[in-house]
């Protein structure tokens, strides 16, 4: 694995080492001792899955307030999406600020998405799907988030959204977050 780091401290984009022969090809997508190499954490106890009907799907942005915050492996298994995080942690350096990349089944990269930040995407194909590693449980009472158009964080979204969640679009600009 390629561990890239983003100008975001503590968040890193991971493409495969793929060996490849007249099968395809094989590659490891988590190995413990590389991860806390780097002091990442690898405790992770839920895995999920969002399947997504509709190119321009978009959800987000989404994060879980301590003591229940996050750390996240997002994935891209089928289609592909615009994966976007902004760091949220008071005092960062990179506070506000956000990075966005291309997952997808074709590319094999994952996002590794540090507590603290906020995490969303937007399908960019029909029928894709999404497969996170998380650290923490899902907890309803601790779930929050920020627009994904909040003009604070000015995200540059590929095109603006064809489907959007209630909840998503509900969701308060970051000045107004608890």
């Known amino acids: 694995m390629r561990f890239i780091e983003t100008k975001l401290g503590g968040a890193f984009l991971i493409e495969l080492d793929r060996i490849e022969d007249e099968r395809g090809f094989f590659a490891r997508s988590f190995a413990r001792d590389e991860f806390e190499g780097r002091g990442l954490r690898t405790d992770?106890?839920?895995s999920s899955v969002s399947y997504n009907a509709r190119s321009g799907t978009l959800r987000g942005?989404?994060?879980?307030a301590s003591p229940h915050a996050e750390t996240?492996?997002?994935?891209?298994?089928?289609?592909?999406i615009f994966d976007v995080i902004v760091d949220l942690r008071l005092g960062s350096p990179t506070e506000r600020?956000?990075?966005?990349?291309?997952?997808g089944a074709d590319n094999h990269r994952m996002l590794y998405v540090p507590e603290g930040f906020a995490h969303g995407f937007v399908t960019l194909q029909?029928?894709?799907?999404?497969?996170y590693e998380i650290t923490e449980y899902y907890n309803a009472e601790a779930a929050r988030g920020v627009r994904w158009d909040d003009p604070a964080l000015g995200i540059d979204w590929p095109g603006p959204p064809g489907v959007l969640s209630a909840r998503d679009r509900a969701l308060p600009l970051l000045q107004s977050r608890p």
């Open 44 to 46: 992770f106890v839920q």
């Open 61 to 64: 942005m989404h994060f879980q």
């Open 72 to 80: 996240k492996l997002v994935r891209c298994t089928r289609g592909a």
């Open 97 to 103: 600020q956000w990075v966005g990349a291309e997952l």
């Open 126 to 131: 029909d029928q894709s799907e999404v497969f």
